[in-house]
């Protein structure tokens, strides 16, 4: 029985990385102007935008429910564009013992890989890998992108 899995994805996207990383890193309230039907509220709960150990919660749509998550900024590296987010309350947690959502995004000529990294741990093993969770974030990029590239 495999309860712990890693799930991994990347999209290449038009936006700048430092743009992208940017919006996760010290904009992430702005996400719910990007994609106002995937994300309809961000909001600082601890801390101050942009800093490891700030508390931020979400509420968004996968599939037509609306759900709520808390999470941590675990860690920020302003170098290599990446950001890992610890999930600690919320809808998702009601499935898993543990997860976290890494986010990088890499320069590649003209264009920006985003690679989404989800680490997890199941509460037990009738729970499904989280693919819908991961395909959300995928097309959020979309999104993001979109709204960048028009900024």
């Given amino acids: 029985m495999v309860l ?4 991994q994805a990347e ?9 992208f990383h940017e919006m996760y890193w010290r904009k992430p309230h702005h996400i719910s ?3 106002p039907e995937k994300v309809q509220k961000c909001h600082l709960h ?3 935008w942009g800093t490891p150990g700030s508390v931020i919660e ?16 675990e860690a920020i590296d302003e170098e290599n564009k990446s950001i890992t987010f610890k999930l600690i309350e919320g809808d998702i947690m009601k499935e898993y013992k543990s997860f976290k959502t890494i986010l990088q995004a890499i320069p590649k000529g003209d264009f920006t890989l985003v690679h989404w990294t989800l680490e997890y741990e199941k509460l037990n093993e009738e729970i499904p890998a989280p ?8 097309h959020l990029n979309e999104h993001i992108d979109d709204h960048l590239v028009q900024a």
């Fill in 58 to 73: 979400w509420n968004y749509a996968i599939d037509g429910n609306n759900l709520v998550t808390k999470q941590i900024v």
């Fill in 33 to 35: 102007k990007a994609s």
């Fill in 11 to 19: 999209t290449l996207i038009k936006a700048p990385a430092h743009k």
């Fill in 131 to 138: 693919i819908k969770e991961l395909g959300f974030l995928v």
């Fill in 4 to 7: 712990t899995g890693r799930l």
């Fill in 46 to 48: 601890e801390g101050d």
